[in-house]
């Protein structure tokens, strides 16, 4: 059991910037990582995922250019460095690890997920 406590969501400006962080009760060079994230009415999707080196990362086209995940392995912790931030980008942001070594965006692709942590652009 892999347990994820996602934490730096709040509210920001368009234009902003936010830092998620999502500590793991695993090692995370164990696990490749993800962020999924849903709005209210909307299904849940997928905005990043990272290998369990770091040395592969995969965007959503709609985050690509503006977000960057990254992760510490001695920390077991991986970071969602947000930039640029629209309106459209607030929703929920779930943290999501799976012991599959492959980037999955599909929610189905992933094991175990956080509670989520809130975050709200305001225009």
């Known amino acids: 059991q892999v347990r994820l406590v996602e934490s730096g969501g709040g509210l920001v400006q368009a234009g902003g910037s936010l830092r998620l962080s999502c500590d793991a009760s695993e090692r995370t060079s164990s696990v490749t990582m993800g962020w999924f994230r849903q709005a209210p009415g909307k299904e849940r999707e997928f905005v990043a995922a990272?290998?369990?080196?770091?040395?592969?990362?995969y965007y959503a086209d709609s985050v690509k250019g503006r977000f960057t995940i990254s992760r510490d392995n001695a920390k077991n912790t991986v970071y969602l460095q947000m930039d640029s931030l629209k309106p459209e980008d607030t929703a929920l942001y779930y943290c999501t690890a799976r012991w599959h070594y492959g980037l999955g965006s599909e929610p189905s692709d992933y094991d175990y997920w956080g509670q989520g942590t809130q975050v709200t652009v305001s225009s």
């Open positions: 990272i290998s369990r080196s770091g040395g592969r990362t």
